[in-house]
């Protein structure tokens, strides 16, 4: 299809071998990552010739009557930065632009898609008694029915907790510093605060969705002071489980990932 909205079509024979090859391409971690699952569907659409588009010089440009074979490809907004052939690019105008080394932008990048979705985004005015309570039950049940089928020992830990308990253990209940603007967890009910606000503490928890150094987690963050990032962000958000060790066994490991 042209910028205009003129239908130029697929040529019939190559359909199929068109299709084949985006899917596999698009399944193909060293290309796209994390992959996508898109469904092209062939269409074929019979023109009556009217249409005419104009192109951002002016130039009109008409439509030939005839059968056009099409390819239609619906790309939704993705919950993920998508990388493609290890590269991130942002839309700018009509032009794709590499960012990757702009981690600045990058992390802007991460923010605009947390702002996007509901996930890890802390709403302060919900209670768990606005959740559905039968859906936390039919989880419950389906834990414990899970574990009887497996022939583990004892009751399943979700059995003798209450709502509330079992959406924390689980790590479905997030708080954040509402007043200080500030991130926290918690260990033991003991609050751990971590020094970034709630968009980047979400942006650097999908940054680490692959695992990442202790360096490229810095760099992301924009913070010069190695010793300021340990123990303000890195080391609380350990501690509160929001990103784990790849070596948990050996904490400096010069291997080790987050």
């Not at 074979?69 to 690019?89: E, K, M, T, W």
């Not at 080391?235 to 987050?258: A, G």
Request: one cysteine or more; charged letters at 25%; hydrophobic letters at 35%.
């Amino acid at each position: 299809m042209h910028d205009c909205g003129v239908i130029l079509g697929c040529n019939e024979n190559q359909i199929a071998n068109m299709i084949a090859s985006f899917t596999t391409t698009i399944n193909n971690p060293d290309k796209i990552n994390p992959a996508l699952y898109l469904n092209p569907v062939h269409y074929v659409y019979t023109s009556d010739g009217t249409f005419t588009g104009r192109t951002k010089r002016g130039e009109k440009i008409k439509e030939k009557p005839g059968t056009y074979h099409i390819i239609h490809i619906h790309v939704p907004i993705a919950p993920n930065v998508i990388r493609n052939a290890g590269r991130i690019y942002d839309r700018n105008g009509d032009a794709d632009v590499d960012i990757t080394n702009f981690s600045d932008v990058v992390f802007q990048c991460y923010a605009r898609k947390q702002s996007t979705y509901f996930v890890n985004k802390v709403f302060p005015h919900w209670k768990v008694d606005d959740l559905r309570g039968d859906l936390i039950v039919r989880a419950r049940q389906m834990a414990t029915a899970r574990r009887k089928r497996n022939q583990l020992d004892g009751p399943h830990p979700w059995e003798s907790m209450d709502d509330e308990e079992m959406l924390r253990t689980s790590n479905l209940i997030l708080t954040g510093g509402q007043a200080s603007g500030q991130a926290s967890g918690q260990v033991e009910n003991q609050a751990i605060l971590i020094s970034l606000d709630i968009e980047k503490l979400n942006a650097l928890i999908d940054y680490c969705s692959e695992p990442r150094t202790r360096s490229e987690m810095q760099e992301f963050c924009g913070i010069k002071s190695r010793d300021y990032f340990r123990t303000k962000i890195l080391v609380p958000m350990i501690l509160s489980h929001k990103v784990f060790l790849t070596i948990p066994e050996k904490p400096s490991s010069p291997k080790q990932h987050i």
